[in-house]
T-cell receptor, first 112, second 113 residues
Framework: EDKVVQSPLSLVVHEGDTVTLNCSYE??????LLWYKQEKKAPTFLFML????IEKKSGRLSSILDKKELFSILNITATQTGDSAIYLC????????????FGEGTQLTVNP | DSGVTQTPKHLITATGQRVTLRCSPR?????VYWYQQSLDQGLQFLIQ???????AKGNILERFSAQQFPDLHSELNLSSLELGDSALYFC????????????FGNGTRLTVT
């Protein structure tokens, strides 16, 4: 059975801190790993990673994939209160189109 | 705004009833996916349609059904509702290409009393 495990499940930090969120996976026919941010409503797409070792970056957020060790990390530097959200990791498979299997998410709270 | 529209935003109904949730995908997207998000289970894949045809089924109960219409909008029908069906139901769409990310609507919050 496919598995996506995120850690920690919740995290509380102060504004300005740097955080690292983890995602490990066990899936057959892996194709890509995606990160989403979910505030009160729809999960919004952050990154899609398909190749090992290539960092994707968007502002203060960055992510990297290790296909040998089967994990990914999402880094957020200089956190702001607006970064408070649930961060979801998901994987897609070669045989499943764009269908995603999600982890439980990491609830990040950034306090002022 | 993802461009995926879901209605209604909230739905409160009684056990045993039937409801229909509606989704309009982003313009140009051919694939529609339905997910259920409950407190204790995260986002669970229910069913996928591509250009009007069912493409994949996940953990969808027999009491639930869906369809995608020629204009590409989709409906998720939930019948004989139980308390445990209370959840957020998300629709997502994608272009349909092999590696395109999903874009989610704002969801329908269903409360069964």
């Amino acid at each position: 059975e496919d598995k996506v495990v995120q850690s920690p499940l919740s995290l509380v930090v102060h504004e300005g801190d740097t955080v690292t969120l983890n995602c490990s996976y066990e899936v057959t026919n892996f194709r890509s790993l995606l990160w989403y941010k979910q505030e009160k409503k729809a999960p919004t797409f952050l990154f899609m990673l398909t190749s090992s070792g290539i960092e994707k970056k968007s502002g203060r957020l960055s992510s990297i994939l290790d296909k040998k060790e089967l994990f990914s990390i999402l880094n957020i530097t200089a956190t702001q209160t607006g970064d408070s959200a649930i961060y979801l990791c998901a994987v897609s498979k070669e045989t499943s189109g764009s269908r995603l299997t999600f982890g439980e998410g990491t609830q990040l709270t950034v306090n002022p | 705004d993802s461009g995926v529209t879901q209605t209604p935003k909230h739905l409160i109904t009684a056990t045993g009833q039937r409801v229909t949730l509606r989704c309009s995908p982003r313009s140009g997207d051919l694939s529609v996916y339905w997910y259920q998000q409950s407190l204790d289970q995260g986002l669970q894949f229910l069913i996928q349609y591509y250009n009007g045809e069912e493409r994949a089924k996940g953990n969808i109960l027999e009491r639930f059904s869906a369809q995608q219409f020629p204009d590409l909008h989709s409906e998720l029908n939930l019948s004989s509702l139980e308390l445990g069906d209370s959840a957020l139901y998300f629709c997502a769409s994608s272009v349909g290409g092999e590696n395109s990310p999903l874009h989610f609507g704002n969801g329908t919050r269903l409360t069964v009393t």
